[in-house]
C-alpha cells in the first residue's frame, strides 16, 4: 500500500518541479528547476562529479524532472535511467528535446 501511495505522489510533480510557475515542459520550466535545485543543494556538484563521468556508462534510479541526469548527458556520460512514474519519464523525454539532445527508448 505504502508503495502505491508513493507511486502516485510521485505522478502528481516529479520532484522539483512545484518550485516553478513555468509552462509545463518549456525551457524556462526546467531552467527554474534547475536553478532551485543547485541553489538550494550547490554540493551535488562536487558529489556527483558529472563531469568525470565522460564517455561511461551511468545509471540514474529515480531521475524524476531529469536535472541531474541532464548533468550527464552534458557531461558526455553514457546516460540511462529508470522511475517508477509516467511523469518523471515525460519530464525526461522532454528535457532531452528542449535542449537538443540524443533520446533513445
Known amino acids: ?15 522539483g518541479t512545484e518550485f516553478t510557475k513555468e509552462d509545463k515542459y518549456s525551457k524556462n520550466y526546467y531552467e527554474d528547476i534547475e536553478n ?13 562529479q558529472f563531469s568525470r563521468f565522460y564517455g561511461r556508462k551511468v545509471l540514474e534510479v529515480g531521475y524524476g524532472a531529469g536535472t541531474d541526469f ?3 548527458v552534458r ?27 540524443y533520446i533513445a527508448t
Open 1 to 15: 500500500m505504502e508503495n502505491e501511495n508513493s507511486i502516485e505522489f510521485w505522478e502528481n510533480k516529479s520532484c
Open 36 to 48: 532551485y535545485r543547485y541553489s538550494v543543494e550547490p554540493e551535488i556538484f562536487s558529489f556527483a
Open 70 to 72: 541532464l548533468q550527464w
Open 75 to 101: 557531461s558526455g556520460a553514457k546516460a540511462y535511467g529508470v522511475d517508477i512514474t509516467r511523469e518523471g519519464y515525460e519530464n525526461l523525454i522532454n528535457r532531452l528535446k528542449v535542449y537538443n539532445l
